[in-house]
């Protein structure tokens, strides 16, 4: 098989279904390669609990202005806000948090503070030297672990030991609270999917830039085409399985051993019944190992069935990865039995992400790591020759690790090939 199209879009990612959706929009034929059997990428959606709920990304991460918002809202989807301050505490022990919430408000505002001023090769745990001593005093030690789990290591989905000091300035907010999405992220991206021709289970793994154009060699066959946009993740990239013919300039290989790739995963777990206060919207629990099921979240009011999610993030994802799910759901189960006691029941379903595992990701987002400077997202995002352009969320130096990055990205790789395509 040898398939021709004008512009070739590996994955079928945010980014590339952004991407190939203004290409066909402009009257380009397009071929979107992916290697799954579903498209969505990062952004995946799985109903394997009766209702559609994210493997990866699940947030909006404001709603004002934000292109996906916008979306949804013209595509009449309903959108769940979310409070973050809905939330209740527990320590290692099960016991409630009495530490007073002014205290606590405090050092999370330091915490984010810390990247000010930084230099390219401080680490975030660098910076935590600077904390006031006074106030760092003032919080227990697991306390001040959790904190810096969720403020920092939750949020980029890395270690304070290899985040960059300067992640923490890194791009902007988007206006507005978060939400999520009533019908998961596939709600947007799957009536757009109908429109494109997108190869499902067609794994890429040499991309050739000689001659005129590009060829493509896949699972599938070959693939030629007169340019290509390429929105696999970064940790797809530095793991060096897809062969790219001649390889990238040096630039671009700069950055991506220079960035990081992120773990986070997720745990969601259905029970027979709701055992948890159905008020809250996060349970935070002080796990001795810092990053391990430190988040719960009330999926109940979301989905309007019995689910939590659980999340373990940076090093303790890492490890939690080697578990089998049967392991995975005894080890956060144990969590759950220190907080609501023994008698709680155990699951009926649950759906366990390996981000870290899975060979089409290998992690889950990208974050600035210590030595790498935020310029390196734009220079990923160079033409190649005229005909290879990188896109994706670590490409977007205004929102990265999101999906308003990765659709932003796409669209701004749709936008350079055209103008690249004109007589």
């Not at 109903?47 to 947030?59: I, K, M, Q, T, Y």
């Not at 979306?71 to 016991?95: C, K, M, T, V």
């Not at 699972?219 to 790219?244: E, H, N, Y």
């Not at 649950?350 to 595992?357: D, E, L, Q």
Request: aromatic share 6%; glycine share 10%; charged share 25%.
């Amino acid at each position: 098989m040898n398939a021709v199209a004008e512009v070739l879009v590996v994955g079928a990612g945010l980014a590339g279904i952004a991407a190939a959706t203004r290409l066909e929009k402009r009257g380009v034929r397009v071929i979107v390669l992916e290697a799954k059997d579903w498209p969505g990428g990062r952004a995946a959606t799985s109903e394997a609990l009766g209702r559609p709920v994210d493997l990866g990304a699940s947030w909006l991460h404001g709603t004002r202005d934000h292109p996906l918002h916008d979306r949804a809202q013209a595509n009449g989807l309903a959108l769940i806000p979310f409070d973050y301050d809905s939330a209740a505490l527990y320590r290692a022990g099960g016991e409630p948090e009495t530490a007073p919430v002014d205290t606590i408000d405090r050092f999370e505002e330091a915490l984010e503070r810390l990247g000010r001023g930084a230099k390219r090769h401080d680490s975030v745990k660098d910076r935590m030297a600077r904390l006031d001593g006074r106030l760092r005093d003032e919080l227990p030690s697991a306390l001040r672990d959790f904190l810096v789990a969720t403020v920092l290591e939750e949020e980029y989905a890395a270690d304070v030991h290899e985040l960059a000091a300067r992640a923490l300035e890194e791009g902007r907010s988007m206006r507005g609270g978060d939400a999520i999405l009533q019908g998961g992220y596939a709600a947007l991206y799957r009536p757009l999917c109908s429109r494109l021709d997108i190869r499902l289970g067609t794994a890429v793994s040499e991309i050739d830039l000689g001659g005129d154009g590009v060829t493509v060699t896949t699972s599938a066959g070959r693939f030629t085409a007169d340019q290509l946009i390429l929105t696999v993740p970064l940790g797809v990239l530095k793991g060096g399985g897809l062969r790219i013919v001649p390889p990238l300039p040096a630039p671009q290989r700069r950055a991506i051993d220079a960035l990081g790739m992120g773990l986070c995963n997720k745990l969601y777990l259905q029970f027979p019944r709701i055992f948890w206060d159905e008020e809250v919207q996060v349970v935070g629990y002080q796990h001795p190992e810092r990053g391990r099921w430190l988040s719960w979240y009330n999926y109940a009011r979301v989905i309007g069935l019995p689910v939590l999610l659980g999340f373990c993030t940076a090093n303790a994802a890492v490890s939690v990865e080697d578990l089998d799910d049967d392991a995975t759901v005894a080890d956060a189960m144990a969590v759950l039995r220190r907080i609501y006691g023994p008698a709680i029941p155990e699951p009926e379903a649950a759906i366990v992400t390996r981000w870290g595992k899975d060979p089409h990701s290998l992690g889950a987002y990208s974050f600035l790591r210590v030595g790498a400077r935020p310029s390196q997202r734009d220079e990923l995002a160079i033409p190649v020759l005229d005909r290879l352009l990188i896109a994706g969320e670590a490409t977007d130096r205004r929102y990265p690790g999101t999906t308003q990055g990765a659709w932003r990205a796409g669209r701004r790789a749709a936008k350079v090939v055209l103008n690249l395509r004109r007589p």
